[in-house]
Nanobody
Framework: QVQLVESGGGLVQPGGSLRLSCAASGSDYRFDMMGWYRQSPGKQRELVAY???????TYADSVRGRFTISADYVKKMVNLQMNSLTPEDTAVYYCYYRKSADYWGQGTQVTVSP
């Protein structure tokens, strides 16, 4: 059973930066995808960014150029560096892992507010 442990998040002013991290444990196999989704109140969960074991990266249009995802494939960790944050980035951010099944972290709150 894959377990995901998230860290980071918090409160930041518009224009600021935050860094999220997620570590996966419980699997000796390569993952297919690992990354981040987010969900704001009243909205559906949406993709933020992910990496594949093949070293490809994908970003949502809304974050491209501001967010950077990176991965440590040995440790099975992903980091999300979020810059130039706006109030529209306020959401609960969920770590996501796919290998035969979908796994989710518990979520971490990111609030962007003056």
């Amino acid at each position: 059973q894959v377990q995901l442990v998230e860290s980071g998040g918090g409160l930041v002013q518009p224009g600021g930066s935050l860094r999220l991290s997620c570590a996966a444990s419980g699997s000796d196999y390569r993952f297919d995808m690992m990354g981040w989704y987010r969900q704001s109140p009243g909205k559906q969960r949406e993709l933020v960014a992910y990496v594949t074991w093949g070293r490809t990266t994908t970003y949502a249009d809304s974050v491209r150029g501001r967010f950077t995802i990176s991965a440590d494939y040995v440790k099975k960790m992903v980091n999300l560096q979020m810059n130039s944050l706006t109030p529209e980035d306020t959401a609960v951010y969920y770590c996501y892992y796919r290998k035969s099944a979908d796994y989710w972290g518990q979520g971490t709150q990111v609030t962007v507010s003056p």
